[in-house]
C-alpha cells in the first residue's frame, strides 16, 4: 500500500501540471513541449533537420562570449538573441576564440581562462534557449583577438619554430599542434550551465576552421590545402555530429582559370586559395563566401559595376554549389559600408535585399545556395563594436521588416517542426 502511494501522488501531480498547462496555454504549450531541437545534417547540397530542408537566415555578432564575461555587459549578448529570435534568425555566426588578448580564452597555448569559457558557455546556452544556432569560428587570420599571428609568436617565444612567417600557422608542425590542442579543448569542453559537451549540443550549427584565411607564400594553394585537410579531419575524429567548414571569402585559384575573371581584382588570385579544390575536401561538409563590393572591387566602380559583380558573384558560387562540390554554399558575411561616397541607408536595404532574393530563388528551386549572414548586428550602447557595416538592432526599422521577412520565406519553403515553433508564434 505505501509503495503504491508512492507511484500514485507523482502520477497525480504530474497529471494537474499538464492540466494546468493546457488551460493555462491551451495548444501552444504542448507544440512548445513537443519541440527538440536536433542536429542539423546534410544531403547534397541540402541542409536536413529531422527530414526537412534547413534554410539560414543569420548574422554576425562576433563580440558575444566577449560581452558574456563581465556581469555590466552580459545584458547584451542576453538582448540580441531576444532581438534575433523575434526576427526568426537561425543561426549567429561568432568568434569561439579570443587569443592572449584582454579577457582571452586561450591565456597561452593550451592553458585557458575559465571565466571566458563559462561566458562561452552561457553564449551556448542562450543561443539554445531562443532556438538559434551558432556557427563557432575557431581563429582568425587577421590580428583581431590574436589570430594566427599570436600563435606564431607564442611559437617563437618558445623556440619551437624557426619562422617568423605569419603563413607558418599553417605549415609549422608545432603551430599545427598548438591549434589541434585548442581544437580538441573546445570541442569536448563541458558547459557548466547544460552538462553537454559542445560536440553533444545540437546549439552548435558547426565549426568554422578560421575567419577568412589567406596563405600569399604558396600561390599554389598546396598549404591552405594541406591545413585544411588535416584540421577538417581531426575535428571529425573528435565531432562526429557537427558540420565542418572552413571559413573562405570565396576566391578562384590555379585549378580553376577560367573562373580567375570573376574575382573582384587581380591580386585576389594570388593569395594561395583556391575556393573549388579546397572545397572538395570531403571532411568540409559546406563552404563559405563572403561579399564586400566596396572593399573588394576597384576604386571608382559604380553602383551599376557593384550590383553586377555582386550578381554574378552569388549566382556562380550557388552554381559551383550544385554542379562541381555537391555542397550547400553559405554567404557568411555580406555588408555594404556606411562609408561610400553619398551613402545612404536606402542604398545598404536595396543592398541586402537583393541578396536575399538571390538566396531565396536559389532555396525556392532547390538550389544549394542555403543561406547568408549579414555583418553585423549590434545592441544600443556598443559603439565600440560599430564598424563601417555595423547595424544597430533598433535603429533601422526597415532593415529588421527585410530581416523577417527573409525569415518567414524562408521558413515556408521549410516547413518542419521548427517551422511549426516559429508559426505558433505568429511572427509571420
Known amino acids: 500500500m505505501l509503495a503504491w502511494h508512492g507511484l500514485f501522488y507523482p502520477i497525480i501531480g504530474l497529471a494537474s501540471c499538464t492540466v494546468f498547462i493546457y488551460i493555462s496555454f491551451g495548444d501552444l504549450a504542448f507544440k512548445l513541449m513537443e519541440t527538440k531541437m536536433s542536429f542539423v545534417g546534410r544531403e547534397g547540397v541540402h541542409f536536413m533537420v529531422d527530414g526537412n530542408p534547413f534554410y ?47 579577457n582571452a580564452l586561450q591565456i597561452s597555448p593550451g592553458q585557458f581562462d575559465e571565466q571566458v569559457f563559462k561566458a562561452l558557455d552561457r553564449v551556448v546556452m542562450e543561443a539554445g534557449r531562443h532556438r538559434i544556432r551558432l556557427l563557432l569560428s575557431l581563429a582568425n587570420d587577421w590580428k583581431d583577438f590574436g589570430g594566427k599571428v599570436q600563435y606564431v609568436k607564442w611559437a617563437w617565444e618558445a623556440g619551437v619554430t624557426s619562422s617568423s612567417s605569419n603563413d607558418s600557422f599553417f605549415f609549422d608542425p608545432s603551430i599545427r599542434g598548438y591549434f589541434k590542442n585548442y581544437i580538441k579543448a573546445i570541442l569536448t569542453r563541458r558547459n557548466h550551465l547544460s552538462g553537454l559537451e559542445y560536440r553533444d549540443d545540437p546549439a552548435i550549427f558547426g565549426w568554422e576552421l578560421m575567419n577568412e584565411p589567406r596563405c600569399p607564400s604558396d600561390l599554389s594553394g598546396d598549404t591552405i590545402q594541406n591545413w585544411i585537410e588535416e584540421m577538417a579531419n581531426y575535428i571529425k575524429s573528435i565531432d ?59 576604386e571608382g566602380t559604380d553602383q551599376a559595376g ?123
Open 56 to 102: 539560414v537566415n543569420g548574422w554576425n555578432s562576433y563580440w558575444l562570449m566577449i560581452q558574456s564575461v563581465e556581469e555590466a555587459s552580459r545584458p547584451r549578448m542576453n538582448a540580441m538573441f531576444k532581438t534575433a529570435s523575434g526576427l526568426g534568425l537561425t543561426v549567429c555566426r561568432t568568434w569561439a576564440f579570443n587569443d592572449g588578448a584582454y
Open 240 to 298: 562526429n555530429k557537427h558540420l565542418v567548414t572552413v571559413g573562405f571569402e570565396g576566391f578562384y585559384g590555379p585549378t580553376t582559370p577560367l573562373k580567375l575573371k570573376l574575382n573582384p581584382a587581380d591580386h585576389f588570385s594570388k593569395l594561395g586559395l583556391d575556393f573549388i579544390r579546397n572545397s572538395q575536401i570531403p571532411a568540409v561538409d559546406f563552404t563559405s563566401v563572403h561579399i564586400y563590393p566596396d572593399l573588394w572591387l576597384p
Open 306 to 428: 557593384k550590383r553586377r559583380f555582386v550578381s554574378e558573384w552569388v549566382s556562380s558560387h550557388i552554381k559551383d554549389g550544385e554542379k562541381e562540390l555537391r555542397k550547400p554554399v553559405l554567404f557568411t558575411e555580406f555588408g555594404l559600408s556606411n562609408k561610400n561616397q553619398n551613402f545612404s541607408n536606402s542604398e545598404r536595404d536595396e543592398f541586402y535585399s537583393e541578396v536575399f532574393d538571390l538566396i531565396y530563388m536559389s532555396a525556392k528551386n532547390e538550389g544549394a545556395g542555403s543561406g547568408s549572414f549579414i555583418w553585423q548586428l549590434i545592441e544600443g550602447g556598443m559603439e565600440e563594436f560599430r564598424d563601417e557595416f555595423g547595424i544597430v538592432a533598433g535603429e533601422r526599422p526597415t532593415m529588421l521588416r527585410l530581416l523577417k521577412e527573409q525569415s518567414c520565406r524562408l521558413g515556408k519553403i521549410s516547413r518542419g517542426r521548427e517551422w511549426v515553433w516559429w508559426r505558433v508564434e505568429e511572427r509571420c
